[in-house]
Nanobody, 126 residues
Framework: QVQLVESGGGLVQAGGSLRLSCTTSRGTFSRHAMGWVRQAPGKEREFVALITWRHSTPHYADSVRGRFTISRDNAKNTVYLQMNSLKPEDTAVYYC???????????????????WGQGTQVTVSS
């Protein structure tokens, strides 16, 4: 059974930073693009960022571009999401997810992600 294990969420003031981590098995990590999806209270899940497995090319939602950075460490089978200049509207549960497709528009299609983590809460206070 494939497991994605997230860590790094928490409470931070607006303007602060957090780094999320997600670790999975080597087999999954090497064959999937890895992404982050978030869900705010009362809202649908939305794409945040993805990094491809072929060339580690990042893709971002417009709402986070320039503030968030996604990266992957292939030796550790881990993907990171560095979140800077956090805003209250970034408050959400953040999910790590694996996508066997990495081209446009598949990386934005949440139905294409086949493995999901349990989620980690990020709360940004104003």
């Amino acid at each position: 059974q494939v497991q994605l294990v997230e860590s790094g969420g928490g409470l931070v003031q607006a303007g602060g930073s957090l780094r999320l981590s997600c670790t999975t098995s080597r087999g999954t990590f090497s064959r999937h693009a890895m992404g982050w999806v978030r869900q705010a209270p009362g809202k649908e899940r939305e794409f945040v960022a993805l990094i491809t497995w072929r060339h580690s090319t990042p893709h971002y939602a417009d709402s986070v571009r320039g503030r968030f950075t996604i990266s992957r460490d292939n030796a550790k089978n881990t993907v990171y999401l560095q979140m800077n200049s956090l805003k209250p509207e970034d408050t959400a549960v953040y999910y790590c997810a694996a996508n066997p497709f990495e081209g446009d528009p598949y990386y934005r299609d949440l139905n294409k992600y086949d493995y999901w983590g349990q989620g980690t809460q990020v709360t940004v206070s104003s």
